[in-house]
């Protein structure tokens, strides 16, 4: 039981075998942001262009959090086990 969630290992399997491509997709926009701030954090470059790819890698990291947050706020209030 974690968080008070009842599960016993072939339904946390299964759901983690669920969620595993949407996990793997989080790791590479994540990556992707972070590499998309390197040449501005490292001073590479020209510092208008690196200064763009930072904001498109910070604004690419904010539409991601903002669409989890909203996901979960959606299944908390909408959902039957929210």
Do not use: N
């Not at 996990?23 to 590479?44: E, V």
């Amino acid at each position: 039981e974690i968080f008070g969630i009842k599960k016993d290992k072939e339904e946390a399997i299964a759901d983690m075998m669920k969620e595993w491509a949407v996990t793997q997709t989080m790791y590479l926009q994540h990556l992707t942001g972070a590499i998309l701030c390197i040449p501005s954090i490292l001073g590479l470059g020209d510092p208008s262009a690196a200064s763009s790819l930072a904001c498109c890698g910070i604004l690419s990291e904010l539409g991601w959090e903002v669409e989890s947050s909203v996901e979960l706020v959606y299944k908390r209030l909408f959902t039957k086990d929210g």
